[in-house]
């Protein structure tokens, strides 16, 4: 198979690159490939088109389940993590069907009902530091998100199990938290069990002992069901098919473990990363505050403020928690920005490299939420949470979030950064994350001063 623009380097060291450097194996890339290129990378086989052009883009996420399919072969690297049943992993009309029974637990009014539950959760975490007291930003953030996705996922607040599920998911996530435990994902052969002190050991123990408290939790609630309980495992419960099935115990384990994981760690890095650009770049915290004196503190006013809005867009953009979209395996011939594909040729559009081009984001390596405020980007010019058949489903309810743990700590708390060092970015797992996790100091907690309405 002839494959367009392939990069000229040994497999071996593509892939180490990969692995510990990818926005520096990137970056090089796009200097002789500006719109697509052929990565020669172990886990995908042998070969994966990135695809950066706004056009390619387009016409990759236009064709699933056509000329081009999302199969969940392709996303064997987090089995490990979320299970086989995960919504990740299935494919074709099944994937369509238990798509469409989680949906509406993270769109519209359900989102909604979340805003309060977010508030509290941050004051919860934030009230517990003292002055002068060094954190990290994205350890805080994980709090908070863990706290929001156990409440919205199981109404859990508190108590022994709510601790303890809590607890082992963020020790899972934090296995892979640096560049090279992320070959732990990358290397199957790697995934070996060797005891209690081991690196995969740990992870093991701690998602056997989740998955226990999962299947008790689905046991109780089968036992006793409670018509009254609107949290989304209660919702999944009930929920029916087309054809008036239900989802069984396995497959309940694996969506709750996908919501857990994607719903909490991603949140809590984009969150983190917000935090250090608007405490960095003194113009955007003073502009933010402006805005966020306008209002009080209803949760569904502050998520519509503009400029809110704009800070998150543009922390998404600058360093987007994932760098790829889902790959797609074509299914027929196909002709991609003038080259021609066999099938079974595997494509991913290229999320950091399309955020970075120049033609759409001038001056793309300096942060400036104004950009969102002068123009409109489309869905192939802009795609933090992917697109197509694969795109984010908890997306609202990430957006949400995001922008309520921002306004709530910046109108209640002050914090400041630890360094004036500038952060590095690097491979946490699968997604980019702040190296150091953004160290910060909290100074105090201070009253909401809201402007005067004319």
């Known amino acids: 198979m002839v494959y367009p623009r392939l990069i000229n380097e040994p497999v071996p060291l593509q892939f180490w690159r990969w692995v510990t450097d990818p926005l520096g194996y990137m970056d090089r890339a796009v200097k002789d490939n500006p719109d697509l290129f052929t990565a020669q990378l172990w886990r995908f086989g042998s070969t994966l088109i990135f695809v950066h052009h706004p056009e390619g883009v387009q016409q990759i996420l236009t064709s699933d389940r056509k000329v081009f399919s999302a199969p969940g072969s392709v996303n064997r690297i987090i089995e490990p993590l979320m299970g086989s049943g995960s919504l990740i992993m ?15 637990s993270f769109h519209g009014e359900r989102v909604r009902l979340y805003g309060q539950l977010i508030c509290d959760a941050t004051h919860q975490v934030l009230a517990k530091l003292s002055p002068q007291q060094p954190f990290t930003a994205r350890n805080i953030s994980q709090r908070v998100s863990l706290r929001v996705i156990l409440t919205a996922v199981f109404g859990l607040h508190q108590g022994e199990r709510y601790t303890e599920i809590s607890q082992r998911v963020a020790r899972m996530g934090n296995t892979f938290n640096a560049p090279l435990a992320s070959l732990l994902l990358f290397f199957p052969a790697l995934q070996k069990d060797l005891g209690p002190w081991s690196p995969w050991g740990k992870f093991c123990r701690n998602r056997d002992r989740v998955d226990q408290l999962l299947y008790q939790e689905i046991a109780e609630r089968r036992a006793a069901p409670d018509p009254e309980r609107t949290d989304i495992l209660s919702l999944l419960m009930k929920a029916r098919d087309s054809e008036g099935k239900a989802l069984g ?54 998520a519509r403020l503009p400029y809110l809005g704009a800070v998150c867009n543009e922390t998404l953009r600058i360093y987007p928690v994932g ?51 002068e ?57 980019l994350a702040p190296a150091k996790g953004v160290e910060m100091i909290f100074k105090r907690q201070r009253e909401r001063v809201l402007a005067p309405q004319t």
């Open 90 to 104: 299935l494919e074709g009309e099944r994937h369509r069907k238990e798509r469409q029974l989680i949906m509406p």
């Open 249 to 302: 115990d396995e497959d309940l384990r694996d969506q709750l473990m996908t919501l857990l994981f994607a719903g909490h760690g991603t949140t809590a890095t984009a969150i983190a990363w917000a935090l250090y650009w608007i405490h960095r770049l003194p113009q955007v915290k003073d502009k933010l505050l402006q805005e966020l004196a306008q209002v009080g503190d209803d949760p569904v006013q502050t």
């Open 375 to 431: 123009r409109q980007f489309g869905p192939y010019e802009y795609l933090p949470f992917g697109g197509g058949a694969r795109r984010c489903i908890g997306e609202a309810l990430a957006m949400f979030e995001m922008k309520l743990v921002i306004a709530t700590i910046l109108t209640h708390y002050e914090l400041d950064l630890a360094s004036s060092d500038p952060e590095r970015v690097q491979r946490r797992g699968l997604t």
């Open 323 to 373: 760098l790829l979209t889902f790959p797609r395996v074509a299914q027929e011939p196909v002709n991609l920005l003038g080259y021609p594909l066999e099938p079974g040729a595997i494509a991913a559009p290229c999320i950091y490299l399309l955020h970075r081009r120049p033609e759409l984001y001038p001056d793309p390596e300096s942060f400036r939420p104004e950009r969102f405020l």
